[in-house]
């Protein structure tokens, strides 16, 4: 597959958003636009999960969730906040992949992602008061 057909879709979004206009410009502002529009979906999706207003949300969310990276890469720094130990918890070699897994996570989800440690924390302190 050459490299080009695979900007064919942002190509053809482009066209079909602002007109038969082809610049760079274009294609970078349509893939901003592009960008947060799936940042606000998965924003709008982890609060009504971090608020459990629907039961089929909060399910399909855990689902998504449950034993993927991007459960381990909230559940881990959590523990390490938690744990409130003065020591170090992790190696250099795996805070550096922690850290890059939460830049990755970040740039894909978007600042929604708090939301989704927010939950956990909230989890960690009723486990706590019980």
Do not use: Q
């Amino acid at each position: 597959m050459r490299g080009d057909k695979l900007l064919d879709p942002i190509d053809h979004f482009s066209k079909s958003l602002l007109g038969s206009r082809n610049d760079d410009y274009f294609a970078i502002l349509s893939i901003l636009i592009l960008w947060g529009g799936l940042w606000l979906t998965w924003g709008i999706l982890f609060y009504l999960y971090f608020r459990d207003s629907s039961a089929v949300l909060t399910k399909i969310i855990s689902w998504l969730l449950k034993g993927g990276i991007l459960e381990l890469l909230v559940a881990v720094p959590c523990h390490v906040i938690v744990r409130r130990r003065h020591d170090c918890s992790a190696p250099a070699a795996t805070s550096f992949g922690i850290a890059s897994g939460i830049a990755i996570m970040l740039l894909s989800f978007g600042p929604s992602v708090l939301f989704l440690y927010k939950k956990r924390l909230d989890s960690y302190a009723s486990r706590s008061a019980t």
